[in-house]
């Protein structure tokens, strides 16, 4: 199965994935999403991002899944 190396975090109120943010970057600083505007915690934006990045994966390995299984049992 050949997942996707990389997963962008996606805006939780609009999908955009760039934020724009201060410096220096910690949990603690408030990132921007450059699309709307929404604005929270770091710590909070890779909390999402787990999650979003996880859903991903299990999608991915579920279509693989059931594509090996339909070949298996043509």
């Given amino acids: 199965m050949k997942i996707d190396e990389t997963y962008r975090v996606p805006c939780p109120e609009c999908g955009e994935t760039e934020f724009s943010h201060p410096e ?38 579920k279509a693989a899944i059931e594509t090996e299984l339909k070949r298996l049992f043509k």
């Fill in 24 to 61: 220096p970057l910690d949990d603690d600083t408030f990132v921007t999403c450059n699309k709307c505007g929404f604005s929270a915690p770091l710590i909070d934006i890779k909390e999402h991002g787990i999650a979003k990045a996880k859903d991903h994966l299990e999608r991915q390995a």
